[in-house]
């Protein structure tokens, strides 16, 4: 017997507003942006701030991109 797979993969590219990583407001990326991130993918809210890339997903590339920009706000 023969078994077939096929992939799909897409790609996904949005400007992203690097201020808008600051979700709580209070000049600095840090770990309550985070927690304001894994709260809302803990309750599946996909549709808030916290979808950071955009994507229609609050996941793990958004909690990527909070870690990836920790520190003051320009």
Same mark, same amino acid.
């Given at each position: 017997?023969?078994?077939?797979?096929?992939?799909?993969?897409?790609t996904f590219s949005a400007d992203i507003d690097e201020d808008s990583f600051d979700l709580n407001g209070d000049g600095v990326v840090n770990r309550?942006?985070? &927690?304001?991130?894994? =709260?809302?993918? @803990?309750?599946?809210?996909?549709?808030? /701030?916290?979808?950071?890339?955009?994507?229609?997903?609050?996941? &793990?590339?958004?909690? =990527?991109?909070? @870690?990836?920009?920790?520190?003051?706000? /320009?």
């Open positions: 017997d023969q078994i077939t797979a096929t992939a799909v993969y897409s309550r942006d985070r &927690q304001m991130v894994h =709260d809302a993918m @803990r309750r599946g809210d996909d549709d808030g /701030p916290e979808d950071l890339n955009g994507d229609g997903q609050v996941d &793990q590339a958004d909690l =990527d991109l909070i @870690r990836d920009n920790y520190g003051e706000c /320009p």
